[in-house]
């Protein structure tokens, strides 16, 4: 029986252990020579015990400082997440823009005076210069002659947009 007791310098008692019996049993011999014999393993005494019944507990010793082997500290840095760049809205593509009238041609064609037009419509006299559809009125402006009706002429600037001018 043991007994625990809370002061360090208690005696307690520990009772002996006995040693464990030795089983003898007999051994085969595999010898094609000898026939089989029994053999019998006589275990050896068991040494003189020499524990005594009772175990002093020795008060506790002060503990050793341990020194174990500690990775440097890492510096923690905090960041934050990535930052994925939303694109920004693709605005719908805008209608084409409406030229507007260049204010150049504006005045050539009011200007422009108008002697005769024949009555096939396919040419007109203006300030005393013969025209045909197509020809070209203004050369700095790129101004065309592009339709002759009764009573109305149609030009037409590069950027496509046309002029009329009614008599």
């Not at 019996?21 to 089989?36: E, G």
């Not at 693709?90 to 002697?115: C, E, G, H, Q």
């Amino acid at each position: 029986p043991v007994t625990a007791v809370a002061s360090p310098s208690a005696v307690v008692p520990v009772a002996p252990v006995p040693p464990l019996p030795l089983a003898t049993f007999p051994l085969p011999v595999t010898s094609p020579v000898a026939p089989a014999a029994a053999v019998t393993v006589t275990p050896a005494p068991p040494p003189a015990a020499t524990v005594s019944p009772l175990v002093q507990a020795s008060p506790a010793l002060p503990a050793a400082p341990v020194v174990a082997s500690v990775p440097p500290p890492v510096a923690v840095v905090a960041t934050a997440p990535p930052v994925v760049p939303v694109p920004a809205p693709v605005p719908p593509p805008a209608a084409p823009a409406t030229p507007k009238p260049d204010p150049r041609a504006t005045a050539v064609i009011d200007a422009l005076r108008v002697n005769t037009v024949s009555s096939a419509n396919t040419r007109a006299v203006l300030n005393n210069q013969v025209f045909k559809v197509g020809d070209v009125v203004d050369r700095t402006l790129g101004l065309r002659l592009t339709q002759i009706a009764q009573h109305k002429l149609t030009f037409t600037d590069p950027a496509g947009l046309e002029y009329v001018k009614e008599f």
